[in-house]
Every structure is written in structure tokens, then in C-alpha cells.
């Protein structure tokens, strides 16, 4: 018996043991003072981990067969791959927060505006470390639309990954003028009905915040700080316009599609004749995967689509932040930001600027291969507004549920 | 102290069962009060006040509660008539395969097997549409995402008919369902009689606390109401993620209030259920 009390005995010890993770101090705060030489040489032979969404074939191929192996080969470092996007990373970093947990399972994460703002506010962001990356001097900083990342300033702790704006999708051949603007999108829905609705996600908030723009007068109207009697009264109008048309939504307005996927469904199989997302929509890729008709095009609305940065941040657990460092600078380089621009791959608009690229890379982004059936960044331009502060997209999802959905 | 056997068994069901379940409980309790969190100040009631004063949960407690009835009475009662008809057929080697079949299927895929044959762009619209029966997807009927829930409730049904099938067989066999059929056919029992006096009692008696089980097993369903349910109103554990998973930070909490309610309920029925019952076995 006394055999069977050991045995216990180690279960519990091993129980124990397994569910306290090692922890190494790590001086963080003089890796912010260190030069690039003593970064790259910490970063030698990491292993680092990366949490980002997985949900497009181009996305992990670029990463998979391209990123992973070229950070191998140059700076001997193991990348780990794994899957999820902002809602996740923000409960694994309070997870580990509220276990205080030094070493963090994740390294560096893909995030946008949203979710910089909940990991600044618990503080789970390491930095600023953007100032230390060699190719950050290529990077764009004059734009706003990478600077500034939903009306909150970067300010180094987030290094802006690509560039993009929100399009509409259409069929040009069974919708040859598709609406442009509130008045025109009402007309649709009674012409069409059946044919239109609104994601309940990110893609489908995003939307509504461009909408609420256009009914604040203009595309600047919700820039600056949260305001909240300019929220009220807005979504206000919003919430009216949509409960009076809801009869000529999507399934009459009964329910909404949970994820911006499922709507690109509903968009190819024909149910849907208007569909709308980031990156210009994403439209090359579902038209060259066979997903889209050929006859597929994007454009902004008339007021403006927001147009956005994506970024890549180092968590404030991070145990190889030398070599995250290391594994975005190289994400941020020339090589790689032209690899992600191919429009048969990633299909990605760079943050690196023109004027400061050595002239062989210039042409070389200026001979990349261009889309075919998508929209340009350039072409959307002058229809671009900026993402307005985070406490709008918030609201939106709690009264659109509210006011809309549960209506 | 010398240390029984059968307490061994006791502290490793303490520690397997029990002990991770109590944890997480806790977790979730202390959570929904605010007193954990990262983004929480303290013990506050607030979240508590503003999900029983929403409505929601108990919103999509009751149609949970109505699907997994339906679910459940429905597969049941499917599962009896198979068995009453088709016992003898059942009993084949290539049948019994195929009843089998759907239970190595996780509920993930038949969530998506159901979308892909019954949305408005599915197998079955398609067939239509060539038929001539439809001449746009929009005039297919509304089978998944639907306020009726048809798709979630037949896909729970093929999760579960199956099983209630395969356990109706083996109770029907070990309880000599047969022999006691012949009995009270001899005894002038006509065939309705022997239904409704011998072989429903049997078996429903002997397998009441399984329906009961899955009945609660299907109240918590995820994946097959995440792909088939509609926004509002949501099955509890797709609301209980919702909430948890929200970009307010500070409305998490809100989330583990649900799920303390949830995890109450179902403890305090299950407590309502199966205890009173274990004792008459005892006194007997």
C-alpha cells in the first residue's frame, strides 16, 4: 500500500511541477537599448512563435513556404505557426496575465487598430521596439493611414505589416450599376430584396461605420476621439434606416451572417449580389481560385471606404523578443514585402515607401505582377477615410446586436 | 494511514473529475463577480444585474431547451419505431454498418455535411433549380440559419438516432423483450397492446437516464449551432462564446455570468433528477 502512496504522491508532484512553467528572467529593457549587432546575435537560433489568422490559402502559403523557411536559412530561427486573431490573442494575454505568467506561449501576433487598443489598455504590448528594426527607415511613416491606427497613434509599438481598403463587391454582369450611396443602396434593396446584408463581424462593423460617416455628413465625420453624443445621434439614423429596410435583407432581415466568409459564400453562390471587405475586397484571389465569376469588381462607396493598416506587435511576455524583432524586420524588408505584394499570392499593398527604396526594388515593385480583377489601393484612393476611433466599432457590435439582430 | 483500494478510485475520480470542473467553476464564479480579470476593479454586481435584466439568457435558455426537445423526443421516438420495424433487418451484418456509420461522424461535420446539403446554395437547391422547381436561389426554402432551427434539429438527430437505435437493440435482447411479447401475445395481448404495455415501458425505463443525459449534452452544443443557428436567438454555449469572446473588454464578465447560470441549472436538475431515483433503488 505504501507503494500506491508514492505513486499518488509523484502524480501530484508531477501535476504540480508540470503546471508551473520555467521562468528565465529576461532583461527586456535592455534589449530596447541594445544595437541591431547584439539584437541579431540574441536572435540566433530562436524559436519563435506567431499567432495569426490562418483563414486564407495565399496567407499561409506566403508564410508556410515562403517566411518559414527563409528566416531558417538566414537567422537560423524556428517559426511556429499558430491560428488566431484578435479575440484570441487578447484572452491568451489575459489568461496569462491574470496567471502571471512570465514566458507567454506566443511571441508575435498579427493585429489591427481594434485589438492594439484592448492589448494597450492591459498592457500586454512590449515596446517600443519599432525604432529598432533597420527597415523600419523604409516604412511610410508620413502616411496617416499607417502612422495612426484607429485615430490611436503607433508611436513604435506596433510595426505596420501592409496597407488596405475597405471595397465593395459586385457582379458586374447581373448588377451592371450598383448603389453608391444610402439613398441609392435603399433603392437597391427594394429592387432587389433578399440580395444584401450586413456580417456580424468586423467586416460587416467596419461597413457601418462607413455608413455612419456618410450620415455625419462626410468622410472625416467621425474622425477624432470618441464622441459620444455624435454616436447617438448617428447610430441613431443608422439603426432607422436598417429597421426600415430590414424586410428586404437577407433572409428579411431575420438573422445576419455570423462571419464575412459566410457572406462571400452567399455572394458566390448567388444569393447575395453585393458583397464588400478589406484588402480591396479580396477579390483576386476568389476570382482566380474560381470562388468569384470573372465579372467581378470592387469599388468604394461614394462618401469613402476606410482604409487601414495591419500591423505586428511583440506581446509583453514575449520569451524571444530579440528574435520576433529579428523575424518582423524581415517582414518588413524589401524581399519580403515584395513576395506579399504578388497578386497571384498574398496580394498585399506594401508600407514600404517609394522614395526610400534603392531603385533596383523600386522597379522591382513597380514590375510586379498586378491584379487583373480587383481594384487598386490607388484607384480607391480619393474615396479613402480614416478608421475612426475603437470605442465606435465596440458600440456598433453591442447596439447592432441590440438594436438590429434582437429587434 | 494505509490507503484503501477502492479509496484510490475515489481520489482519482476526485482529481480527474471533480477537481479541474470545481476549478473552472470558481474560476467562472469569481470571474462573473468581477473579483478576477484583468480588466475588472473588483467585486461588483453589475454584470450579474445586466444579464438577468437583458433577458437574453433566459431568451436562449428557452430555446435550448425547446431544440434539445425536440432533438431528443424526436430521435427517441424515430429510434423506437426502427427498432420495433426493423429489428430483424437490423440484425444484418451490412445494416447494422451502416446505423453505425453516422456515429464515427463528429458533430463539426455533420454541421457542415447539413449546411452544404440544405442552404439555399446546397445539394438540395441545386437538384431544384435543374429540376425546374426554383428558378432563383432565394425561392429555396430556409433550412439552415433558420428561426425554426430545422437544420441544427436534424443534424442532432442524425447525430443522435443512431445511438438510441443500437441501445434499443441491446435492451430489447438483454431485457428478453421478445420472449415477453410471446408471453402476453398467449396471454391475448393484441400487437398494440404488446407495444404500449411491454416493450415501451421496458424500454424507456431501462434507458431513461441515457435520453436524459443527451438531453443535457444537447442544451451545451457548440459546433452545430455555431454553423446552423441564426444570430438572435443563439443556442447558450454559442452565446456563452459570443460573450466571452466580445471586443469589450469590460463585458467579459458577462460571459461567465451566463455560464455560472447555465452550469447551475443544469447541476441543480440534474440533482432534481437522479437523486430521488437512486434512492427508491436503495430502499428497495
Given at each position: 500500500m505504501k507503494r500506491t502512496k508514492y505513486i499518488l504522491f509523484g502524480f501530484l508532484m508531477s501535476v504540480i511541477v508540470l503546471s508551473c512553467k520555467e521562468k528565465v528572467p529576461q532583461d527586456s529593457n535592455k534589449l530596447k537599448s541594445a544595437s541591431w549587432e547584439e539584437i541579431e546575435e540574441n536572435a540566433e537560433g530562436t524559436t519563435v512563435n506567431f499567432m495569426m489568422w490562418q483563414g486564407s490559402t495565399a496567407i499561409n502559403d506566403y508564410i508556410n513556404n515562403y517566411v518559414v523557411p527563409s528566416v531558417k536559412k538566414k537567422f537560423n530561427i524556428d517559426l511556429q505557426i499558430s491560428g488566431g486573431q484578435g479575440p484570441e490573442i487578447v484572452q491568451l494575454v489575459m489568461g496569462e496575465k491574470q496567471a502571471d505568467i512570465?514566458?507567454?506561449?506566443?511571441?508575435m501576433v498579427w493585429i489591427n487598430g481594434e485589438t492594439f487598443f484592448q492589448l494597450r489598455k492591459i498592457e500586454g504590448l512590449w515596446g517600443p521596439?519599432?525604432?529598432?528594426?533597420?527597415?523600419?527607415?523604409?516604412?511610410?511613416?508620413?502616411d496617416s493611414y499607417i502612422s495612426t491606427d484607429f485615430q490611436q497613434?503607433?508611436?513604435?509599438m506596433e510595426a505596420p505589416w501592409s496597407v488596405n481598403q475597405f471595397a465593395i463587391v459586385y457582379d458586374s454582369e447581373k448588377l451592371p450599376s450598383p448603389p453608391k450611396s444610402i439613398p441609392e443602396l435603399e433603392k437597391f434593396l427594394r429592387e432587389h430584396p433578399g440580395t444584401f446584408t450586413i456580417s456580424n463581424d468586423f467586416t460587416g462593423m467596419t461597413l457601418l461605420k462607413s455608413f455612419m460617416a456618410e450620415l455625419g455628413?462626410?468622410?472625416?465625420?467621425?474622425?477624432g476621439s470618441f464622441d459620444e453624443e455624435k454616436y447617438n445621434q448617428l447610430s441613431e439614423k443608422l439603426w432607422s434606416f436598417i429597421n426600415n429596410n430590414k424586410?428586404?435583407?437577407?433572409?428579411e432581415g431575420s438573422t445576419f451572417p455570423k462571419e464575412q466568409s459566410k457572406m462571400n459564400q452567399l455572394y458566390a453562390n448567388g444569393e447575395l449580389l453585393i458583397a464588400y471587405g478589406f484588402s480591396e475586397g479580396g477579390i483576386e484571389d476568389k476570382v482566380l481560385t474560381g470562388?468569384?465569376?470573372?465579372?467581378t469588381k470592387g469599388y468604394a462607396w461614394e462618401n469613402g471606404t476606410i482604409r487601414n493598416s495591419n500591423y505586428l506587435g511583440i506581446l509583453?511576455?514575449?520569451?524571444q523578443k530579440a528574435g520576433a524583432m529579428q523575424v518582423i524586420n524581415f517582414l518588413l524588408s524589401p524581399e519580403a514585402q515584395l513576395k506579399k505584394a504578388d497578386a497571384n499570392g498574398m496580394d498585399s499593398n506594401t508600407v514600404l515607401s517609394m522614395d526610400k527604396l534603392e531603385p533596383e526594388w523600386k522597379e522591382k515593385f513597380l514590375d510586379a505582377r498586378k491584379r487583373q480583377y480587383g481594384p487598386t489601393l490607388k484607384q480607391l484612393e480619393v474615396n479613402a477615410i480614416e478608421e475612426p476611433a475603437p470605442e465606435y466599432m465596440i458600440r456598433l457590435y453591442e447596439d447592432f446586436r441590440k438594436r438590429v439582430i434582437e429587434n | 494511514m494505509k490507503i484503501k483500494k477502492p479509496n484510490i478510485g475515489i481520489v482519482l475520480f476526485l482529481l480527474i473529475g471533480v477537481v479541474p470542473f470545481a476549478a473552472a467553476f470558481i474560476y467562472a464564479l469569481l470571474y462573473s463577480f468581477g473579483?478576477?480579470?484583468?480588466a475588472n476593479n473588483g467585486f461588483t454586481l453589475q454584470f450579474w444585474e445586466s444579464v438577468l435584466a437583458s433577458g437574453t439568457f433566459f431568451k436562449s435558455f428557452g430555446y435550448s431547451f425547446i431544440i434539445a426537445f425536440v432533438a431528443v423526443t424526436s430521435s427517441v421516438g424515430g429510434a423506437l419505431w426502427i427498432t420495433l420495424k426493423f429489428r430483424k433487418q437490423l440484425e444484418k451484418q451490412f445494416l447494422s454498418f451502416i446505423i453505425y456509420?453516422?456515429?464515427?461522424?463528429p458533430g463539426i461535420v455533420t454541421g457542415f455535411f447539413t449546411f452544404q446539403l440544405f442552404?439555399?446554395?446546397g445539394f438540395f437547391a441545386r437538384i431544384s433549380y435543374k429540376l425546374g422547381?426554383?428558378?432563383?436561389?432565394?425561392?429555396?426554402?430556409?433550412?439552415?440559419?433558420d428561426g425554426l432551427a430545422f437544420g441544427i434539429i436534424l443534424s442532432f438527430i442524425t447525430m443522435i438516432m443512431p445511438f438510441f437505435v443500437l441501445l434499443f437493440l441491446n435492451v430489447y435482447k438483454n431485457e428478453r423483450v421478445e420472449e415477453l411479447s410471446v408471453l402476453a401475445q398467449s396471454l391475448g395481448a393484441d400487437a398494440n397492446q404488446i407495444t404500449r404495455k411491454v416493450f415501451l415501458p421496458i424500454l424507456i425505463q431501462k434507458t431513461w437516464v441515457l435520453i436524459v443525459l443527451y438531453f443535457i449534452f444537447l442544451l451545451g452544443a457548440y459546433e452545430v449551432p455555431l454553423i446552423l443557428?441564426?444570430?438572435?436567438?443563439?443556442m447558450l454555449s454559442v452565446l456563452i462564446i459570443q460573450e466571452i469572446k466580445q471586443y469589450d473588454l469590460d463585458k467579459i464578465s458577462e460571459g461567465y455570468v451566463v455560464a455560472v447560470l447555465y452550469t447551475l441549472i443544469v447541476s441543480a436538475a440534474a440533482i432534481v433528477l437522479f437523486l430521488p431515483k437512486r434512492k427508491r433503488v436503495y430502499a428497495n
Open positions: 512570465e514566458q507567454g506561449q506566443v511571441d521596439f519599432v525604432g529598432l528594426l533597420p527597415n523600419a527607415s523604409l516604412i511610410n511613416f508620413e497613434a503607433v508611436n513604435g455628413g462626410g468622410p472625416n465625420a467621425l474622425n424586410q428586404y435583407f437577407w433572409k470562388l468569384y465569376p470573372k465579372s509583453h511576455n514575449a520569451p | 473579483v478576477i480579470g484583468v456509420l453516422p456515429l464515427a461522424i442552404s439555399k446554395g422547381l426554383i428558378t432563383k436561389a432565394s425561392e429555396f426554402p430556409d433550412l439552415v440559419n443557428g441564426q444570430e438572435s436567438p443563439q
